[in-house]
């Protein structure tokens, strides 16, 4: 059974960092995607950055890009989002997300199988 652990969110003021953290366990073969997604308070549950395991392609959400980055150790099965700059707006649970297979849209969430518990940010003005 595939599991994914995040760990580092935190509460920080604006213009703030963080590094995210996502561990995957209990793949019968490797991941193809990986990607984060948030849901902020009273909002849908958005695609923010995603990365193909294998060319190592990434994607992002037009909000983040300059200010997110995502990246992976693929020897320790662990993907990171780093967060720089950040806004009062980017206050939500952050959720890693993982398939096997290849995907056509990277940032959609009806992409993705496999999802973890979520960590909290939350960005104070």
């Known amino acids: 059974q595939v599991q994914l652990v995040e760990s580092g969110g935190a509460s920080v003021q604006t213009g703030g960092s963080l590094r995210l953290s996502c561990e995957a366990s209990g793949y019968s073969s490797s991941p193809r995607f990986m990607a984060w997604f948030r849901r902020g308070p009273g909002k849908e549950r958005e695609g923010v950055a995603a990365?193909?395991?294998?060319?190592?392609?990434?994607y992002y959400a037009d909000a983040v890009k300059g200010r997110f980055t995502i990246s992976q150790d693929s020897t320790r099965n662990v993907v990171y989002l780093q967060m720089n700059s950040l806004k009062p707006e980017d206050t939500a649970m952050y959720y890693c997300?993982?398939?096997?297979?290849?995907?056509?849209?990277?940032?959609?969430?009806?992409?993705?199988?496999?999802w973890g518990q979520g960590t909290q940010v939350t960005v104070s003005s």
């Open positions: 997300a993982t398939i096997l297979r290849s995907v056509a849209s990277p940032l959609a969430d009806r992409e993705y199988k496999y």
């Open positions: 990365i193909g395991t294998r060319a190592g392609s990434t």
